[in-house]
């Protein structure tokens, strides 16, 4: 009865739980070039910054790191957000801003190591001391595009955990594979993974670069970054290897999650390579960024910081065309911001909208279907969408004539592009120069398919003999092959334009087809690698065709002739 009355007079009051405190370690040398990028992410992070402590640690640095971290702690610390930010930012003991038996800030010597292991495990020992829950341990050359990174981790309950970051290359900050002798080895799961062929959380046998511990474990007090805290250690002295096997001595799995688009990380430089070498890898880390996020956006207070917009040029040809659809500023904005990066002057071409296009644009343009043409894999006439597409290349041929150009490039909006596409674009422009009657159109970026025969050119180490091939995503077209696209008088038997390319060069497949267009003269090439790939391929996530998903000819055509 007492109990009861107690219940009526002091009702129970139920409360929030505080989210698990979280230690973040950032190790920073020689990145004022991407802390702008990096700190504006992680100060958008959503998991409350009030159980956040921040551990800086910087030293040894030839560039503006320390400056950079001053001036964004200037803004933060007043604001009081965080639990408490712990900064260690030392100036250069030496001249050179080099540990004691470096040659280079770049490269892994073996002073590198020892002072790299000391840090991170003093980190940890920080964490530990501080009574955190949660130990994140993170590099300043990760971008974290996802603001809900670290609410995500905290929540997946594993020990040791790492979101899977994409790069410009294979690397990403897990281990598919460990050799014998504890050295990376590259297995078929990993491409699975990182390509996200499967998609979860998965057992590991390394992480790195970004990397969230659960201290809450007991089991954890036994993870490390000394080989001396590890009994009868056998391997290299090695950071991220020492802390992978006090993780397999104690029988703790590590996992990579790639459940989600976590981000970016950069890839390393190679011993031989500078310091700038990394602001060219940032750019195009960050341009790889867009193809699944927004692009980064940088904290005002870093304006000072970032470099100077690239003069604006037109890449060696006469004139730059980007197709976009007026509805997809989403893909357009992207695209600007990548030319932004390039340092692109371009023109932008409105593309013709399929949705749009009626039985009046059809007459008003002369438009009609080839008659025998049938889409070889679902066996249906012309799209509005493909009349759409078709129609926005159409206007930049013409656009070439009227102009006088005599070389231009064109690209769709739905593109990404490959490291160092700049540089590799004016070789290739080097080499085409010197061969002038050899081709007309040179594809950047399409679809082989996987049974193409396509020869090297003679004597180039980059260009092919293109064979019959799907996309239009980018290519080079001369002023005469413009002139021969629209001598073919493709109008009045339309076919999608990556049908109507390999008829025109005479490696299409369909004799029929062929047999409307008698003159097939068009000489065309391809760069090999490519240049430009899709943003999206069919059948993943955040694919989208602007050309399959509208009404066909024959039906709209029907349509009209039911209304009479």
Known sequence: MWLLLNLFWFPLVFCSVKQPSVFISILVRNKAHTLPYFLS????????????????????????????????????????????????????????????????????????????????????????????????????????????????????????????????????????????????????????????????????PMVHTCVLMDLRHSESDFLTFLPENIPSYPGPRDDIIVFALSAKDRDIPMHVCNDHHYGALMIPLEDDQELETDKQILIYTLMEVTARSDPVAVDPVFSRYLPEPLAKTKLGVDEVYLINLERRDDRFSRMKYNFEMLGVDYTLTPAVDGRKIDQNYLIKNNIKMLPEFSEPYHGRPLTFGEIGCFMSHYKIWEDIIASEHETVLVFEDDIRFEPYFGQKLEYLLEELRTIPDRWDLVFLGRKILHNS????????????????????????????GAQKLLGANPRTKMVPVDEFLPIMYNRHPNETW???????????????????????????????????????????????????
């Open 41 to 204: 992410l992680l100060e958008k992070q959503t998991y409350p910054k009030s159980r956040i402590i921040l551990y800086l640690r910087s030293d040894n640095n030839q560039d503006q790191t320390l400056e950079v971290l001053e001036t964004w702690l200037s803004k933060i610390v007043p604001k009081h957000e965080y639990h408490d930010i712990i900064k260690d930012l030392r100036e250069c003991k030496n001249p050179d801003c080099l540990l004691e038996g470096e040659t280079s800030p770049v490269g892994w010597s073996d002073t590198r190591f020892e002072h790299i292991m000391d840090l991170r495990q003093k980190a940890l020992d920080m964490a530990r001391f501080s009574l955190a829950d949660f130990y994140f341990s993170l590099d300043a050359d990760v971008f974290l595009t996802d603001s809900n990174a670290l609410e995500e981790l905290v929540g997946k309950d594993k020990l040791v955990v790492a979101p899977m970051l994409i790069s410009i290359g294979l690397y990403s900050n897990f281990w598919g594979g460990m050799s014998d002798t504890f050295y990376y080895e590259r297995t078929e799961e990993y491409r699975k993974i990182l390509d996200r062929k499967m998609a979860g959380c998965f057992e590991v």
């Open 514 to 564: 062929k047999s409307y267009f008698p003159t097939r003269d068009l000489q065309a090439l391809s760069v090999h690698p490519l240049l430009v790939f899709p943003t999206h391929f069919t059948g993943e996530e955040g694919y989208i065709s602007d050309t399959e998903g509208t009404s066909t000819i024959n039906k709209e055509c029907k349509n009209k002739k039911d209304e009479l």
């Open 453 to 480: 025969d396509e020869p090297w050119l003679l004597t180039s180490s980059q260009l092919v003999k293109v064979d019959y091939t799907y996309w239009t995503l980018s290519y080079i077209l001369t002023r005469k």
